[in-house]
């Protein structure tokens, strides 16, 4: 009752507030010039066109004028158009009240549900903990997927980027873990995808029950790119809410390299200049400012799932390398698994959990060693066994995993409706190497 007071009379002093009104002065490419109010890179405008108010974001200065992205179409704005400032940047509704929602990339309801009413209404900038104030990683936390659970194992409160190509199975592992995962509520961030896919996404993959216990927020790619950007912002914030109440969140964006291609184009648009392959300075300074707002709090974690686009099967192109260094592991997924009919297309030799020691018993360990040094083995010897070069004994570990590769090749695959639980798949890597012994 207290919060709902507060806002009431919040709203009513903004509402009992003098407006200072400005004027568009130009409209160039994606950004409006405004002259004539005041205001903060952050901070939200109002531009009046023909009878409806487009909000924009300020996000350059100069001297008397600012320089705006519109968070929605540019169509009829024109030099001369009034503008008045909110006074303060975008703030989101956030509460219990929000699960089985899908949102935009604003924090407003899209799926035809009631309005966001009650909850608290909070700005989408957080800064992120203080180093010595979070919790350590030291619980696993079973994401459903047999591969990632035994041979990169997350933590509760860990950062884990998801690399590959497109069409790589990107969006359909993060659905197979959206429905498998034990975390108690799911914030996923659709970036940039197509809005054909975004239904199904929701239907096919994520399904009722992965609903019932997530939040969606929805940027398709045809939205202004500021509203892309803002919707990695809030899902974080949101996800920082449940933390906060003490909760293991599950954060799971798709996809990271498209919120670096929206700022890249809010940067150019503001004047940034070009630097790495076309990204500006401040591409570089959002990753860290976004990545570091996950992990775990004082209270509550969130586990945090990003996808990383890699241009052209690089792995080492700048948005990749930058992100990879930020996250605490990496799971590849290749082209070449994925054309064979292997899903998940998860290149155990190439992924890597730092967290893995923290969250994994020494036998655990062991046999995860150990599996990964016969498929090292393989992966070695394969052309010559393939060709008939190889000759038996020159190898133990190679002859051994020679004769365990289809049981391995089944435990490493695993169908989109069939999550394992962590212990199951323990179990399972267990058996596969008695049976070598």
């Known amino acids: 009752m207290t919060a709902l007071l507060e806002q009431r009379l919040h709203a009513a002093t903004t509402a009992a507030k003098p407006l200072a009104a400005g004027r568009v002065e130009s409209v160039l490419g994606l950004s409006v010039t405004v002259r004539g109010i005041s205001g903060s890179v952050g901070d939200l405008v109002s531009i009046t066109t023909g009878g409806a108010q487009v909000p924009a974001e300020v996000v350059a200065l100069d001297s008397d004028r600012l320089t705006c992205l519109p968070l929605g179409p540019l169509d009829g704005i024109g030099a001369g158009n009034p503008v008045v400032s909110s006074g303060g940047p975008l703030q989101v509704t956030v509460g219990d009240h929000l699960r089985g929602r899908v949102l935009d990339g604003l924090g407003r309801p899209m799926d035809g549900g009631p309005p966001l009413f009650g909850g608290e209404r909070v700005g989408v900038d957080l800064p992120a903990p203080n180093a010595l104030a979070r919790g350590r990683v030291c619980e696993p936390l079973s994401l459903g997927v047999r591969a990632m659970d035994t041979l990169i194992p997350a933590g509760r409160g860990q950062r884990m980027g998801i690399f590959a190509g497109s069409g790589v199975g990107k969006s359909s592992l993060l659905s197979m873990i959206t429905r498998g995962t034990e975390a108690e509520i799911s914030v996923i961030a659709l970036v940039g995808e197509r809005g054909r896919e975004v239904r199904e996404f929701l239907e096919n993959d994520l399904g009722p029950e ?3 216990r997530s939040v969606v927020v929805v940027a398709t790619s045809d939205q202004p790119p500021l509203v892309r950007l803002r919707a990695c912002f809030v899902a974080t ?14 954060l799971m964006m ?4 498209r919120a670096a291609m929206a700022q890249r184009e809010v940067g150019l648009s503001a004047g940034e200049p070009p630097a790495t392959r076309g990204y500006p300075p401040s591409v570089f300074a959002l990753l860290p400012r976004l990545l570091e707002r996950a992990g775990p709090g004082a209270v509550g974690t969130i586990t945090g799932l990003y996808t990383v686009l890699v241009d052209g099967d690089d792995h080492n192109e700048p948005i990749a390398d930058a992100a990879r260094s930020i996250l605490d592991g990496h799971v590849v997924l290749t082209r070449k698994l994925a054309t064979s009919g292997h899903f998940p297309s998860i290149d155990v030799l190439e992924s890597v959990s730092r967290v893995a020691n923290a969250v994994t018993s020494r036998e655990q360990r062991a046999a995860a060693m150990e599996l990964r040094r016969m498929l090292a083995a393989y992966r070695d010897v394969r052309e010559l066994v393939e060709i008939g ?3 038996t004994g020159t190898n133990p570990d190679a002859d051994r995993a020679s004769a365990l590769m289809p049981a391995i ?13 962590a212990a199951e798949a323990w179990n399972a890597l267990a058996m596969i190497l008695q049976a070598g012994l």
């Open 237 to 250: 914030r949101i996800a920082e809410w449940f933390r906060d109440q003490g909760r293991d969140v599950l």
């Open 409 to 421: 090749n089944t435990f490493l695959r695993q169908d989109l409706e069939e999550p394992t639980t």
């Open 389 to 391: 070069a190889y000759v």
């Open 210 to 212: 992965g609903l019932a």
């Open 254 to 257: 798709d996809s990271l390299t």
